[in-house]
């Protein structure tokens, strides 16, 4: 029955347009998806299933709500990630390899997976030039971002976006913070990174979607959630235009001060 339900996933990702072979990230919510014989690992077969042995998966792995100006640490091996059970799942996973970043890490499995995160580190900023969400911005990569039952909200790269905006919107970064980085080897090395911040804003990213072209997303249901696939390049694109015409265009005063 685990296996029927896993071929139904990879078929519905076929429909909504996931390209075999192909570099897709993801963002998702298991509960949204209704009862899954055998949670959340079904459910990353079934994106294994949908990529084929020449694709490559990527799955953030937050850790902001885990390493914390009181806990300012992170393990590459064992921090656990804070964004639900399919990240936590695919994170522990026999295979999966993670960037090194103390709170906007990704896990990744594949083809492009090394390539594609082994410069996170090079970052001292949450979604930098050299994080996995910034590279997939390369056309050449035609790379997928899949929002899989947790509509458009909860869209990482659009901080990468965000840091690309020259003067940086003026909620976006907060005081720079030391945090130790525990690597593979488990030798550890002290860094200083730019916080992000938000103070004063909730974050409306949902508002992305009145302004994709057509063509540039599908939207349709994998099993019983509500699904978007989003080409990446186009996304920065059009989320870049919408930031340029104006810096709070994804923002919303929300009461406090917005700090500069």
Request: negative net charge.
């Amino acid at each position: 029955r685990m296996e029927a339900v896993q071929q139904r996933i990879a078929a519905d990702l076929r429909k909504l347009g996931v390209r075999q072979g192909g570099v897709l990230i993801v963002h998702s919510s298991l509960k949204s998806l209704g009862q899954v014989e055998g949670g959340a690992e079904t459910v990353i077969r079934g994106l294994l299933e949908a990529l084929g042995p020449e694709g490559t998966l990527l799955v953030p792995a937050l850790s902001w709500e885990h390493v914390t100006r009181e806990h300012p640490v992170f393990d590459v091996r064992s921090t656990p990630s804070n964004i639900g059970a399919v990240a936590e799942a695919f994170r522990k996973r026999a295979g999966t390899i993670r960037s090194v970043h103390p709170t906007h890490s990704v896990c990744g499995v594949g083809a492009l997976a090394a390539t594609l995160l082994r410069d996170h580190e090079l970052d001292d900023s949450p979604v930098g030039p050299h994080s996995p969400f910034s590279s997939l911005r390369a056309p050449s990569l035609r790379a997928q971002l899949l929002m899989l039952g947790c509509g458009l909200h909860p869209n990482t790269s659009m901080h990468g976006v965000e840091e690309l905006i020259s003067p940086p919107p003026p909620y976006l970064y907060g005081q720079p913070f030391e945090y130790t980085l525990v690597h593979e080897d488990g030798s550890a090395a002290r860094k200083t990174y730019r916080t992000h911040n938000f103070a004063g804003v909730a974050q409306r990213y949902e508002r992305l979607a009145a302004s994709l072209p057509a063509g540039s997303y599908a939207r349709g249901r994998v099993l019983e959630a509500d699904s978007w696939l989003l080409e990446v390049p186009q996304m920065w694109d059009t989320a870049l235009a919408e930031y340029r015409k104006d810096p709070i265009h994804f923002v919303e005063h929300v009461g406090g001060e917005v700090c500069h």
